[in-house]
């Protein structure tokens, strides 16, 4: 997990920050310095559940909470990733605007 050190507003209104981060996190970006999201899981405040199916629940599905599948329309390609960090797993997924 990393952390914020430092902040500061430039004259067009975005803030820049300085992160620290373990260098196992840093490894995970697979050398991309673009197109990087900031985020915090303390943040997270929407439950969610995951159903098990098949012989001894070998597939596995991550449900869309009600709260967030307003207006989801997926027609596209959905991309995923796993991330690990520390003690979690952490999975993304990107799904396109419609």
Do not use: W
């Not at 310095?33 to 969610?48: E, G, N, Q, W, Y």
Request: hydrophobic fraction near 40%.
């Amino acid at each position: 997990m990393g952390s914020i050190v430092s902040s500061r507003v430039k004259d067009d209104g975005k803030i820049v920050f300085e992160v620290i981060i373990d260098p196992e996190e840093a490894l995970q970006l697979r050398g991309n310095l673009d197109d990087v999201h900031l985020f915090s899981d303390r943040v997270i405040d929407i439950a969610a559940n995951l159903a098990q199916r098949g012989k001894n629940e070998a597939t596995q599905y991550f449900l869309v909470p009600k709260q967030v599948r307003k207006d989801l329309k997926i027609t596209g390609k959905v991309r995923c990733q796993k991330f690990d960090a520390n003690n979690k797993t952490i999975f993304i997924y990107v799904v396109d605007h419609y």
